[in-house]
């Protein structure tokens, strides 16, 4: 129940074997939660890294190494409040959007919700399909810790397709990523947890939850908006 519940509230399953680990323990370093978990030590790095900035993980340095341990737990409640403010922020961000919009015949809107891991990958097929540019906005590496291979398989179809693309991350990440060919990275000190995709005239707005879930918006009117908002973060 506790790792469903922390998964709910956008904890990857390794950021809860981590943290449920270093819970039972004093404090620990990278090396030997690794060893304890049979996690690999990229995926430790990572998962603490993300921990830390949660705030339910501090560290200290001891003889030049890293020390990890758990925070109160009772800071993971105040995670929920955050979900739910930003959850909130969405909700009014796209109500407003879609109430200024003028739908007719020429700029009609279709939305569709996607949920679970197939729901996801058939959105994620549909964009190597339509062969457009694309621009991401993302917090975390949700993509490639939920998928694992297909994240490589994907963007080895895409780099075949020759569709070109754009990504915005927290500036925490840059070390993190990989180059890649028809890929572009920029780093901002902040973006929405949430995750932002957009192709031709369509958005994506992705919540990675234990079952991730996919808001997809098919409007001209809106898509450019949030393309517009893409390139200001880009410009930066």
Do not use: C
Not at 80 to 97: A, P
Not at 114 to 127: P, Q, W
């Amino acid at each position: 129940m506790l790792e469903e519940n922390l998964s709910k509230i956008g904890f990857s399953p390794s950021e809860i074997k981590v943290y449920l680990h270093l819970l039972k323990q004093s404090a620990s370093y990278p090396n030997k939660i690794s060893s304890e978990t049979n996690i690999n030590r990229t995926n430790i790095y990572e998962a603490l890294s993300r921990l830390v900035a949660k705030g339910v993980v501090a560290f200290i340095i001891k003889n030049k190494v890293k020390w990890y341990e758990a925070r109160d737990p009772k800071l993971v409640l105040s995670l929920v409040k955050i979900k739910e403010d930003e959850l909130k922020k969405i909700e009014t961000s796209l109500s407003k959007e879609i109430k200024n919009i003028d739908v007719n015949s020429d700029n009609s809107l279709d939305a569709n919700i996607f949920t679970g891991k197939k729901g996801l990958r058939a959105v994620f097929e549909e964009i190597l399909y339509a062969k457009k540019p694309i621009s991401l906005i993302a917090a975390n590496l949700e993509f490639r810790e939920v998928f694992g291979s297909y994240f490589e398989l994907w963007h080895k179809k895409r780099i075949e397709n020759r569709i070109k693309q754009r990504s915005i991350f927290p500036k925490s990440l840059k070390s993190k990523l990989k180059k890649r060919d028809l890929l572009e990275y920029k780093f901002v000190e902040n973006v929405n947890p949430s995750t932002t995709i957009i192709y031709g005239n369509n958005a994506l707005f992705i919540l990675w939850d234990k079952e991730p879930l996919v808001i997809k918006i098919q409007n001209k009117e809106i898509t450019k908006s949030h393309q517009n908002y893409f390139n200001m973060l880009w410009s930066q």
